[in-house]
Structure formats: structure tokens, C-alpha cells
């Protein structure tokens, strides 16, 4: 398995970016799909995006509510996934979660291999 750090994470207003980080480390980090979830308040958990390893083409997935404002990344040489937030609204408030699977259809289920701690994203409005 591998390990997830998130980070970047923070109080923001509505209309403002973010940027959140996870860094994955363990062994073939880099052979692992990435994926972002978020669960707010009193609600599930739910997909935010994922990519594919970086050895695989295609383009990122992202759920229909932050299409066209969240964008996935990765940096494959430091082992770590970007999820670039802008036009923030009060309902993205929640905590993000970075997750990691070596098969993308899990992650495109809402599942994982390994899920990083999560980090509190909150949108004033």
C-alpha cells in the first residue's frame, strides 16, 4: 500500500482558489491512480475526481458540480497530486481527502487502496 499526506487545506471566501496537495510515498507510489473525495458535514462521502498513473494517458474524471472549476494534477517526480479548487463555493466546504488505487474504476466507485487523513476546506459565503 501506499501512504497519503494531504495538505493545503484552510478558511477561504467564496469565489477565492486553494490548492491541496498529497504526497504519496511507499513502495511503486507512482504506479498508483489518485483520486480526490470530500465528505461534508452530515453528508457522505463523495467523488471529487481522479487521475490515472501517469503512464496511462486520458483525461481527468471530476464530478459534474466542480466541472470546469477544480482541476487534477500530478507531479509523478515528487510522488504527489494537486487539486487546484478556484471559484470556490460555500458548498465545497468539507473535508478533502486524497485516496490512491492501482485500479481506476475503484476509485471512479468511491473506493480506494489507501486514503490519505484529510484536510478541512471551509467557504465562507
Known amino acids: 500500500q501506499v501512504h497519503l499526506v494531504e495538505s493545503g487545506g484552510g478558511l477561504v471566501q467564496a469565489g477565492d482558489s486553494l490548492r491541496l496537495s498529497c504526497a504519496a510515498s511507499?513502495?511503486?507510489?507512482?504506479?498508483?491512480?489518485m483520486g480526490w473525495f470530500r465528505q461534508a458535514p452530515g453528508k457522505g462521502r463523495e467523488f471529487v475526481g481522479a487521475?490515472?498513473?501517469?503512464?496511462?494517458?486520458?483525461?481527468?474524471a471530476y464530478t459534474d458540480s466542480v466541472q470546469g472549476r477544480f482541476t487534477i494534477s500530478r507531479d509523478n517526480s515528487r510522488n504527489t497530486a494537486y487539486l487546484q479548487m478556484n471559484s470556490l463555493k460555500p458548498d465545497d466546504t468539507a473535508v478533502y481527502y486524497c485516496?490512491?488505487?492501482?485500479?481506476?474504476?475503484?476509485?471512479?466507485?468511491?473506493?480506494?487502496?489507501?486514503w490519505g487523513q484529510g484536510t478541512q476546506v471551509t467557504v465562507s459565503s
Open positions: 487521475i490515472r498513473w501517469m503512464g496511462i494517458g486520458g483525461d481527468p
Open positions: 511507499g513502495r511503486s507510489a507512482g504506479n498508483y491512480h
Open positions: 485516496a490512491a488505487s492501482l485500479r481506476y474504476d475503484k476509485l471512479l466507485q468511491g473506493l480506494a487502496d489507501s
